[in-house]
């Protein structure tokens, strides 16, 4: 993996997902390098990622009054990113909310000057709504198939779509981002914790889907990244309106991921142990490691019969690829394929989430529910 900052695996994680999600490494340099060289510094770190959004948005807004509202998308789009990804290693508080607010708000801008804007969805669910922007497929006659696509333990669905972009729709295939329990707004806004069984947002989005004309209700597909690839295998095992479902990253038991992070005090975590306590929704670290052991796969996965596709880095430092050969072996699934990126072979991403090298793996990802669903 690029080290931005060598020896600080976190901080080079966040800046490897801030490309990922298409962000400007020469932007992103504009504000960070004078902390490569001084000590952690959880303020400066914020106060760097908000100055990065907030030039990106005043050059947006000198576009816009020149007329230029395509340039003035992606500006706002590269705001959005850096805005959320300084959040991601803010603790919760007003600088934390501060910086998720002025992405919320960067990326609203984005989708208005989009040449294809996207449609935020609220869909009701036992937890609450769930907010979502549904990417519509180009050029498709009649009902599309769709792909919903689920957060991991700390993005939200803004740096999905920067993740996945129009992938899906240049296949003929929409795509829902969303926000769900633990993620996004509804953790950040109204405190809506994670829960061990996702099958029932995924019930709620699905009963949702059903009701649109412009989707094919027989051909809805669902993905996860990072934790995301418990989320959804989890939904998939007991929604069979799933008729196909990926994991970016395999996950087999995260309980038993965070047990060893925690007793190693491990260098190699992409947020702060506060992360957590946070997501779990408990006062303690020892309440929330008690609570995550819930996070398994061991009884869902003989219950997944849909094609399933787990691509996994071969150095993951976050989830083992152990991880990901048990939750393949475990599958219900006749049709399944784990996708492991490897060093020697040096065809893509070798770390988590392919964040070193995404695009083989995006690419892969897109194909795989093209011909799956």
């Known amino acids: 993996m690029f080290n931005y900052f060598p020896g600080n ?15 400007d490494l020469g932007q992103i340099d504009r504000w960070l390098a004078p902390l490569r060289e001084a000590d952690t510094d959880v303020d400066g770190w914020t106060k760097a990622w908000d100055s990065a959004g907030a030039q990106q948005v005043e050059h947006a807004e000198d576009d816009l009054r020149r007329g230029y509202r ?19 290693q803010t603790p ?53 198939p769709i792909v919903i696509f689920y957060n991991g333990f700390d993005v ?9 972009g129009e992938e899906f729709s240049d296949r003929g295939i929409a795509c829902l981002v969303i926000d769900t329990p633990g ?41 996860g990244i990072s934790l995301g690839g418990y989320y959804a295998p989890r939904g998939a095992s007991f929604e069979h309106r799933i008729k196909a479902c990926a994991a970016w990253g395999g996950v087999w038991d995260y309980g038993a991921v965070w047990q060893h992070r925690w007793a190693t005090r491990s260098k190699t975590t992409s947020v702060p142990f506060w992360q957590l306590p946070w997501v779990m929704g408990t006062e303690t ?16 996965l003989p219950h997944l019969t849909q094609p399933l596709l787990i691509v996994h880095g071969e150095d993951d430092g976050a989830i ?37 090298d995404p695009d083989p793996a995006r690419q892969l990802i897109a194909d795989w529910f093209a011909e799956h669903l």
């Open 320 to 356: 083992p690829l152990s991880d990901a050969r048990k939750a393949f072996h475990a599958a219900g699934s006749s049709d399944k394929e784990l996708r492991v990126f490897t060093v020697a072979a040096g065809d893509g991403g070798v770390e988590h989430c392919n964040a070193d």
């Open 92 to 144: 919760p508080g007003p600088a934390k909310i501060h910086s998720y607010q002025c992405g919320l708000t960067a990326f609203a801008k984005a989708v208005e000057y989009m040449p294809r804007p996207l449609e935020r969805v609220e869909i009701d669910s036992p937890d609450g709504v769930l907010p979502g922007y549904l990417i519509p497929a180009r050029d498709r006659r009649g009902p599309a």
């Open 285 to 300: 670290m020892e309440q929330a490691l008690q609570r995550v052991q819930q996070w398994t796969l061991a009884d869902a």
């Open 70 to 88: 395509r340039s003035a998308s992606a500006r706002y789009l590269r705001a959005s990113n850096y805005y959320l990804t300084g959040e991601r």
């Open 9 to 23: 695996y976190m901080w080079s994680s966040a800046v490897m997902l801030s490309l990922m999600a298409g962000g």
């Open 156 to 164: 939200t669905k803004e740096l999905l779509y920067g993740f996945i």
């Open 183 to 223: 993620t996004g707004e509804p953790l950040r806004l109204r405190n809506v914790a994670s829960r061990p069984d996702y099958e029932v947002p995924t019930a709620a989005i699905v009963d949702y889907l059903e009701t649109r004309p412009d989707i094919d209700r027989t051909r809805i597909g669902l993905l």
